[in-house]
């Protein structure tokens, strides 16, 4: 495969804490984590020009590069439409629908966006470079 210059690449972290970042690529490096989601209003507003079958850079809390993913494929649900399955592709907490929910309303609240219907736009990555 043949994976671009990693300079030129978009290079990112989860979460919104140091803790948060490491603990999820950690996820991600252990092969627990193969799915992301974000507000969807957020993705609009960056104007993210994120595609599928890209290639991207996630970093840890430190901003140091942890792997190199490929984007598989991209999709939006609502919140309320989250179910069992996309809750253990997330890979976090006890991979249940019910951690999923919890977690993620309490980060999307902590920003003021959360609402049952709110759009979520999903990311399927898989991991095609360990650094």
């Given at each position: 495969?043949n994976i671009p ?62 792997c190199v993913v ?62």
């Open positions: 495969m210059n990693l300079d030129t690449l978009p290079h990112w972290s989860f979460g919104d804490s140091p803790e948060m970042a490491d603990e999820l690529v950690q996820l991600v490096l252990d092969g627990k984590k193969t799915l992301t989601c974000t507000a969807l209003l957020w993705h609009l507003e960056e104007n993210d020009k994120t595609l599928v079958g890209g290639f991207e850079v996630i970093t840890d809390g430190q901003s140091t590069p942890k490929q984007l598989v494929a991209q999709f939006i649900k609502n919140f309320d439409e989250v179910d069992e399955n996309l809750a253990k592709q997330e890979g976090e907490g006890d991979l249940s629908l019910s951690y999923w929910r919890t977690a993620h309303q309490a980060f999307f609240e902590k920003y003021g966006v959360f609402d049952e219907k709110m759009g979520l736009l999903f990311t399927k990555f898989r991991v095609v470079k360990v650094l």
